[in-house]
């Protein structure tokens, strides 16, 4: 409402510009890029009143909040703008996540947030049906405690997925077959359970990639590239433009073959000396000399070693060979990829912590660019970054037509 007469004519106008907003009016609150009506107004570059229209229609929707009353900023000159947020009590996506210790659940909203999760531990099963089945019912248990609309599912799985049939095609460090139809398998099970949406499946490196650049360490960059060590391999991804590049056949930025060590351990792919067994924290903890123990997982045992030990020589020599090893890595990625930021999760967050300038340095000795511009290396900052993103691609049709997903 803006005093004006409106006529017919320009009201329908407005409606039309409106509808094709709704998509990247949503996009920027959920990213946290449009925190007030003003800047929401800017970036669509609409009228007032169209961002204005388009505010109300996704809060009837109940996927964002108005606030026509804020208290105004500090300094600021007359009348503060309506503030924009996400609807804390709107739908949410089911995620999963199976790792080589078990799988985690949980169910988020827009904006990247978690509104409750669940763990479980144990062997994964052969099967994935089972395990995938368990991990639903366990999702289909928080929606029922929380009474949240889902808008679809996402799965996070460590091994590459082939494109287009959603087959996992290396789920080495778990029981399941190469060639497993996971995303099918998903999807019938979300079916099952009677979940509402579409159900999509992903590698969980590339999962997590995308949840940073939304939501943490990769706002704002342009040509972002993952690397990251979870459990046990290493795998990467990149993210263009805000979306990630999978390949032609989804298989695009497996980045743990790369040779960092020509006289290395043997690998399972036939090569050796590959960032995959000389950069998790298996090698980690065998570079320090520690014998892995069963209690806890392996990036845990590496993480409290490093928190702990790192005064013992054996242990920083372990850090120095790993981040040397990774360093290579990386420059290698740098020199093919151009990428203007680079995130490291898991252990590759800590190696970072621990000595950042080793790992700058090694980087730009090995790579032309690193050499002249120097690219950002930062940690991922997203708790359960491969869930949010699971959950991502689930919000995703929502994200491009807000109307047409929740009216169906
Ligand atoms: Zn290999």
Request: glycine share 14%; hydrophobic share 40%.
């Amino acid at each position: 409402m803006d005093g004006k007469v409106t006529t017919t004519q320009t009201r329908r106008t407005r409606l039309e510009r409106g509808r094709g907003a709704l998509g990247p009016a949503l996009e920027l609150v959920h990213t946290g890029r449009a925190p007030t009506r003003a800047v929401l107004t800017a970036e669509l570059g609409v009228t007032r009143a169209t961002a204005g229209a388009v505010a109300a229609e996704l809060e009837a929707l109940g996927l964002i909040q108005v606030d026509s009353r804020p208290g105004a900023a500090a300094g600021s000159q007359g009348r503060p703008s309506h503030r924009l947020s996400v609807d804390d009590n709107g739908p949410v996506a089911l995620a999963a996540q199976v790792h080589v210790d078990g799988f985690r659940v949980a169910l988020v909203g827009l904006g990247g947030r978690i509104v409750a999760t669940a763990p479980r531990s144990g062997t994964v099963s052969a099967d994935p049906a089972q395990v995938l089945g368990e991990a639903v019912e366990a999702g289909a248990a928080l929606l029922r405690s929380t009474g949240r609309r889902c808008v679809g599912a996402g799965l996070a799985v460590p091994s590459a997925v082939a494109e287009p049939g959603g087959t996992a095609l290396n789920p080495l460090h778990i029981a399941w077959s190469a060639g497993a139809p996971v995303r099918d398998v998903f999807a019938e099970r979300i079916r099952a359970a009677g979940i509402e949406g579409p159900a999509f499946t992903g590698n969980d490196v590339n999962l997590s990639a995308l949840a940073e650049h939304r939501h943490g360490a990769g706002r704002g960059a342009q040509h972002l590239l993952c690397v990251a060590t979870g459990h046990r391999g290493v795998g990467g991804a990149l993210v263009l433009d805000g979306r990630l590049h999978t390949g032609s056949s989804g298989l695009a930025l497996e980045v743990g073959h790369l040779t960092v060590n020509p006289e290395g351990r043997p690998c399972y792919c036939g090569s050796k000396g590959c960032l995959d067994v000389e950069a998790d924290p298996l090698a980690f903890l065998t570079a320090a000399g520690r014998a892995p123990g069963p209690e806890v997982s392996l990036l845990q045992q590496s993480r409290d070693l490093l928190r702990t030990e790192y005064a013992d020589p054996a242990v920083r020599r372990a850090t120095e060979e790993l981040i040397d090893r990774l360093g290579l890595g990386l420059a290698g990625l740098v020199n093919i990829l151009n990428p203007d930021r680079i995130i490291l999760g898991g252990l590759h967050r800590e190696l970072l912590d621990a000595d950042p300038e080793r790992l700058h340095a090694v980087v730009a000795d090995r790579s032309l660019w690193g050499r002249g511009g120097g690219v950002p290396i930062l940690p991922c900052t997203l708790d359960h970054n491969s869930l949010v993103g699971a959950a991502e691609v689930a919000w995703q049709p929502v994200l491009d037509d807000p109307l047409g997903a929740l009216t169906r």
